[in-house]
């Protein structure tokens, strides 16, 4: 029971963690690499922007797994719900 509250308090944390890994991440390493080509071409902005916007392709696709991952585990998590739930007014018929 203590587990299963903890877990439910941490789940929160844990997802906008892994959201800001999901933004920063691919902004840091796309846009670096586009600075870093734009520094040895000397095309100042362009190849940064298109990483930057490769990154946020890359962001949106992270967040729909994130997203439908967590669809399925809540779907999981609300049929075990109610299964419980009948399996107790069964009892009590």
Known sequence: MFLQKTNTIRRPWR????????????IGF????????????GSKPLFLLIGIGLA????????????????????KISSESVKKKENISDKND
């Open 15 to 26: 997802i906008g963690i892994m959201q800001m890994v999901y933004i920063f991440l691919p």
């Open 56 to 75: 946020f392709f890359i962001t949106n696709i992270l967040f729909y797994f994130q997203f439908r991952a967590l669809s399925s585990e809540m779907e």
């Open 30 to 41: 796309f846009g670096g690499i586009g600075w870093f080509i734009d520094t040895l071409g």
